[in-house]
């Protein structure tokens, strides 16, 4: 195992929640849109050849419906990501002095969170995005409390570091 991994991960997760968020509201966004907008010209064109508003209902409709699944998708992503970090914390083994390292590395983290769930409020107050990123209630409720979420699994993961570290024979034998 890479005994160097771990200490970033935290700041990873930070930023993977928001990119998850925007990435798959902006696939349901723009689908949505894209379906609307053929409807609406199935409307006004008349044709006898093709019939586009029934093409619409039997191909994109069904296609839009299927993506409204991206808003429990995303949540599942971003649980899955922070389990993985506790995860990769109870098996990596590292010296007790880098105990310290991640505790800054964590103070770091809610730092930026603040301004990550700031930015992330902006969008989604915004008039074009943000109807669609309400339709995102979990992932949305884990974006606006992102500073309490980064320090919960950051002290959980620093707490199953230490475990982890007392387990090592090496340590055991010469000490801290």
Same mark, same amino acid.
């Given at each position: 195992?890479?005994?160097? %991994? %771990? ?34 010209? %199935? ?22 419906? %299927? ?110």
């Amino acid at each position: 195992m890479n005994n160097k %991994g %771990g200490i970033l991960s935290i700041i990873v997760w930070l930023a993977s929640v928001v990119v998850i968020i925007l990435i798959l509201a902006a696939f349901v966004f723009f689908f949505d849109v894209t379906t609307t907008a053929l409807l609406d010209a %199935g409307a006004i064109i008349d044709s006898s050849v093709v019939n586009l508003t029934d093409a619409t209902q039997k191909t994109m409709v069904p296609i839009n419906l %299927g993506m409204r699944s991206l808003t429990w998708i995303s949540f599942l992503l971003i649980t899955v990501l922070a389990f993985g970090i506790l995860v990769e914390n109870f098996y990596i083994r590292q010296h007790p002095i880098l105990f310290f390292v991640h505790i800054l590395i964590i103070f770091l983290g809610i730092i930026a969170a603040i301004s990550i769930s700031n930015f992330y409020e902006i969008f989604l107050n915004d008039p074009l995005l943000g109807g669609t990123l309400s339709e995102f209630t979990a992932a949305s409720f884990i974006a606006l409390n992102l500073p309490y979420w980064v320090a919960v699994i950051g002290i959980i993961g620093l707490i199953l570091l230490v475990i982890n570290a007392s387990r090592d024979p090496e340590i055991r034998v010469r000490g801290v």
